[in-house]
Structures are given as C-alpha cells and as structure tokens.
Nanobody, 119 residues
C-alpha cells in the first residue's frame, strides 16, 4: 500500500519561503501521479499542483503564477512543494496525495502539515 507523510510546515513570516516534503513509500515515484492540496480554515480543499509519473508538473489556476514549485527528490523518495513569497492567504493545512490511476482519483492521502503565515 502507498503511504505518504507530509512535513516541513510551520509558522513563517510574510515574504519568506517554505519547502514542504511528502515522503512516499510503497511504490516508486515513477509509477505515481502526486498532488499537493491545501485547505484553509472554513474553506474547501483545493489542489495546488500535481506532478506526473514522467515528472511533468501542472499548476492549477492561480497557483501557476510562479510562487509554487512542485518537484521530485529521488534521493529522499519525496515530492516537494516550494512556496516563495509567502502571504497570509497561504495559511492552510497542506496535504499530499497519490494516485496510480489519474488526476482526480486520489487514493492515498497524508495527514497534512500546517502552514501559518504571519503578517
């Protein structure tokens, strides 16, 4: 079974940067499509970005403006999400998910990591 574990969140000042990590076990990264999601308090969960089995990144909607970068770290067997120029609106619980099928059919979820951005 695929397992994913998020880490790297914390309390950060506006304008700073964070790199979140999603450690993956159970399957090779090259056999999984991975996604990063976030859910702010009182808001619906939204997808930030995904990365395909071949490593092609896709940024969803307004997350494609350049502040977010999804990548794979094969040495750590992890999928990373770098967030630059953090804003208070980035405050949310960030989740990692995996699918062996296709985007939108997410089968495996982590517990999430909290990102809090102060003004």
């Amino acid at each position: 079974q695929v397992q994913v574990v998020e880490s790297g969140g914390g309390l950060v000042q506006s304008g700073g940067s964070l790199t979140l990590s999603c450690a993956v076990s159970g399957r090779p990264l090259t056999s999984l499509t991975m996604g990063w999601f976030r859910q702010a308090l009182g808001k619906e969960r939204e997808i930030v970005a995904s990365i395909s089995t071949s490593g092609l990144p896709t940024y969803i909607g307004d997350f494609g403006m350049g502040r977010f970068t999804i990548s794979r770290d094969f040495a750590k067997n992890a999928v990373l999400l770098q967030i630059d120029s953090l804003e208070p609106g980035d405050t949310a619980t960030y989740y990692c998910a995996a699918t062996e099928r296709q985007v939108g059919l997410w089968d495996f979820w982590g517990q999430g990591t909290q990102v809090t951005v102060s003004s």
